[in-house]
């Protein structure tokens, strides 16, 4: 494992607010299935062939930065490792969750919930998302990198517009909820910054 492991601020802030406002073992429980997440990337970039580099912490997940001859097909399955780590997790916990009561159960269903939930929004087609750097590749593959540049950054526009509309219209419904204009916004602002082929599971070096 790579010794250079960064932790932002943000990423403190961010684990700091959810302990504040949920409580510790929601914050544990949100680390766990980030973890889990991140480690479906890592055992992916190993078994590719790949040499981890460096990994920095951030308030949105782990970027981890990549040297190695990884190709489209295999730089998308890196990728999909993250969710799929994920939706493993919330599986085991849902089975697990059937076979214990009290306290044990609703931690495993809590753990399982938020695993799937960060498993299924990072499979969004969006460029800082996993399921962005899937598309990117996938349409690299099939079309060359001239038009994955032009179809992710077009995915990004209809994805963050929808993001923005939703935002807006639950902002509406709720009657002043902010929150959902928050999340909308800094989906669209991490889109802008990534310019369709920035991604935040894994940074590649070739």
């Known amino acids: 494992m790579t010794k250079n492991l960064r932790v932002t601020p943000g990423a403190v802030l961010a684990l700091t607010a959810i302990a504040a406002l949920s409580g510790p073992k929601m914050a544990v429980l949100a680390l766990t299935a980030a973890a ?76 399982g919930s938020i695993s799937a939930l960060y498993s299924l929004f990072n499979l969004l087609p969006m460029g800082p998302m996993d399921g962005g750097r899937a598309f990117s590749d996938v349409c690299g593959a099939l079309f060359g990198p001239s038009w994955a540049y032009i179809l992710s950054t077009a995915m990004n526009i209809v994805c963050g517009a929808a993001l923005a509309a939703g935002g807006v219209y639950i902002f509406v419904r709720s009657r002043g909820n902010v929150t959902a204009l928050l999340c909308a916004g800094t989906m669209i602002k991490a889109c802008c910054k990534t310019a369709g082929f920035g991604v935040k599971s894994h940074n590649r070096k070739v």
């Open 36 to 111: 889990v997440h991140e480690l479906g990337h890592i055992v992916a970039i190993k078994i590719f062939g790949a040499k981890v580099e460096g990994i920095c912490i951030a308030p949105g997940g782990a970027e981890i930065d990549v040297r190695g001859g990884l190709g489209y097909r295999q730089d998308a399955a890196v990728a999909l490792m993250g969710p799929a780590a994920g939706g493993a997790l919330a599986l085991l916990c849902s089975m697990m969750a059937e076979r214990v009561a009290g306290q044990w159960r609703e931690t495993l269903i809590a753990l």
